[in-house]
């Protein structure tokens, strides 16, 4: 964002955002890939708040995202994804969260994170996390807390 000499600054302009968002209950991954419903555990914030009002001039920032996956039932699993969703559509550029658990025994369970910067124009955007897996048997879950979005956001 440029600011020219006599710009009025507004505390939207000048302050940054930072807010967390959380998987609401365990979710059993499926072939199809599936909007996770988050809730957002900042303080001060909405529970279902999942978007943020970018002011005039944008912000640049940080998402990072991890997968507390589980395997509860062993089989032929090769991938495990959890990708970023801005205004409901993954983000094609940013790296995915994958596992692939196959070969290994049912109850393994490991938490494996990945980061994306951003830049967002002016306007409301939403933020969210997409599962899914690629599979001929097995199943494997999402566990609450860990699996999680925090967004960090500055003018």
Do not use: K
């Not at 499926?30 to 978007?51: C, E, R």
């Not at 599962?131 to 500055?154: E, K, P």
């Amino acid at each position: 964002m440029t600011t020219a000499a006599g710009d009025l600054l507004t505390p939207s302009r000048l302050n940054p955002a930072a807010f967390q968002l959380q998987l609401g209950s365990l979710y059993n991954l499926t072939s199809t890939p599936t909007d996770l419903t988050l809730t957002n555990v900042t303080p001060g914030y909405a529970s279902g708040a999942t978007s943020y009002t970018v002011p005039e001039g944008g912000m640049v920032g940080v998402a990072v995202w991890s997968g507390d996956f589980q395997l509860t039932t062993a089989g032929t699993i090769t991938a495990c994804v959890l990708e970023l969703t801005i205004g409901g559509l993954a983000v094609s550029t940013a790296p995915q969260v994958i596992w692939d658990p196959e070969n290994i025994a049912a109850g393994a369970r490991v938490t494996l994170a990945n980061s994306w910067p951003l830049s967002l124009a002016a306007g409301s955007h939403s933020f969210g996390l997409r599962a899914s897996m690629t599979s001929t048997s097995g199943a494997v879950r999402l566990n609450q807390r860990h699996t999680a979005l925090s967004i960090l956001l500055h003018p």
